[in-house]
């Protein structure tokens, strides 16, 4: 009998739950919907208005356009980030429906 084909391949899934990490650490996700409700803002609005040192959220920015989760373009002197497509906000989302979801089902 021939061996059944696994319906996903073992590379897309370590890359799956590689960019599930990214969703790991909650100055990241505060970045991503900041991205989300702002549109664009440069990493030193992102630092103010999360209340975060510009080193902090530049490691953090790092980390998102390298999962490319965010994407920037420059502006004079500063770069503007925003989030890389609308997967991004997809995948948003559907993590804030369902949590959403479950805490209505703890009441």
Same mark, same amino acid.
């Given at each position: 009998? &021939?061996?059944?084909? &696994? ?13 599930? #990490? ?39 920015? !790092?980390?998102? #356009?390298?999962?490319?989760?965010? #994407? ?27 949590? !959403?979801?479950?805490?209505?089902? !703890?009441?």
């Amino acid at each position: 009998m &021939p061996k059944k084909k &696994p319906f996903f391949d073992e590379k897309t899934l370590i890359e799956l739950s590689e960019l599930f #990490k990214v969703f790991g650490d909650s100055t990241r996700v505060k970045i991503l919907f900041l991205l989300f409700k702002k549109g664009g803002c440069s990493g030193k609005e992102i630092s103010e208005e999360l209340s975060v040192s510009q080193s902090a959220t530049s490691h953090q920015l !790092r980390i998102l #356009k390298n999962a490319r989760l965010v #994407k920037n373009v420059r502006e004079g002197q500063s770069l503007i980030y925003s989030l890389a497509d609308s997967h991004v906000v997809s995948i948003l989302n559907q993590g804030i429906e369902h949590v !959403r979801e479950i805490n209505s089902r !703890r009441i």
